[in-house]
């Protein structure tokens, strides 16, 4: 079986330092987030499954893949339990991929925001009645109707100019 997404998902997931996420702030990190919420919001509202919004679980979502996930080394690195669960998924639907299933072929670029957050040394957290990003909580009636607004760019171009202005 093609495992060429997998073993890039792996390699991406593996090259973040999980010891330092959650130690920086950045403009973009707010922008990601936002990004990711949406696109967690119109996958949910298409494909819900038993999950902690917005901490999606593919496997319960959409089904599981052949390979068995839980047996990928790189997790045990993902200090919390929830940013663990969204890797987890990120693997999860790269798998499928790879297996051909068309959900996950059609909803490829999910995870793109959270990974670069992960990637960018960022974290956000369900709080009580909110999501928590940067020190800011932004109530879940602020992001409730995220499927009606239109994605933000989040190329590494335009996420750097971002963060210059920290």
């Known amino acids: 079986m093609n495992t060429m997404n997998l073993n890039m998902a792996i390699e991406r997931i593996s090259s973040i330092n999980w010891s330092e996420v959650g130690k920086k702030n950045s403009n973009s990190h707010i922008q990601l987030v936002r990004e990711y919420l949406r696109r967690a919001s119109i996958f949910h509202n298409n494909y819900p499954g038993k999950c902690l919004y917005p901490f999606l679980m593919i496997s319960n979502s ?3 893949p052949k390979t068995n996930i839980e047996e990928i080394q790189i997790l045990y690195e993902v200090n919390n339990s ?5 890797v987890t998924s ?4 790269n798998a499928l ?5 068309q959900v996950a072929i059609d909803n490829k670029d999910l995870f793109e925001p959270v990974i670069k957050l992960y990637e960018r040394g960022g974290i956000f957290y369900r709080g009580e009645g909110g999501i ?3 020190g800011s909580s932004f109530p879940f ?4 109707n995220l499927v009606e607004i239109e994605p933000v760019d989040i190329t590494d171009a335009t996420l750097d100019k971002m963060d210059e202005s920290n």
């Open 62 to 64: 959409i089904t599981s």
């Open 82 to 86: 929830y940013h663990r669960a969204l």
């Open 90 to 93: 990120y693997l999860e639907l």
């Open 97 to 101: 991929i790879d297996e051909g299933n």
């Open 132 to 134: 928590n990003v940067n």
């Open 141 to 144: 009636t602020i992001w409730a």
